[in-house]
């Protein structure tokens, strides 16, 4: 069974530091796009930040210059490092991956289950 797990949310207080992890596994030719995404109680869901597969990201501006994204691709996992949390980072944050699951297949867009990330003032 193809899927995306993610582990690393938690509580932190503002200022503080978490690291997100998302492991793909099952039978998966490739990885190609990773992102994560997040959603806020009352909230859409938003795009966080992304990646290609060669590494060219991509952040919502509101995280620039205190989140990182970064990839490992032999381990078809993709992290987000976040500094400075701020209150209004507080959201419930979800992994996507772009996966071809096949040499003759197409490419499918998968979610993780989420994980909660807390920030306290």
């Known amino acids: 069974q193809v899927q995306l797990v993610e582990s690393g949310g938690g509580s932190v207080q503002a200022g503080g530091s978490l690291r997100l992890s998302c492991a793909a596994s099952g039978r998966i030719f490739s990885v190609n796009d990773m992102a994560w995404y997040r959603q806020a109680p009352g909230k859409q869901r938003e795009m966080v930040a992304s990646?290609?597969?060669?590494?060219?990201?991509n952040y919502r501006n509101s995280v620039k210059g205190r989140f990182t994204i970064t990839r490992d691709n032999n381990k078809n996992t993709v992290y987000l490092d976040m500094h400075s949390l701020e209150p209004e980072d507080t959201a419930v944050y979800y992994c996507?991956?772009?996966?071809?699951?096949?040499?003759?297949?197409?490419?499918?867009?998968?979610w993780g289950q989420g994980t909660q990330v807390t920030v306290s003032s």
């Open positions: 996507n991956g772009a996966l071809t699951l096949g040499i003759d297949s197409g490419t499918f867009y998968y």
């Open positions: 990646i290609s597969y060669g590494g060219i990201t």
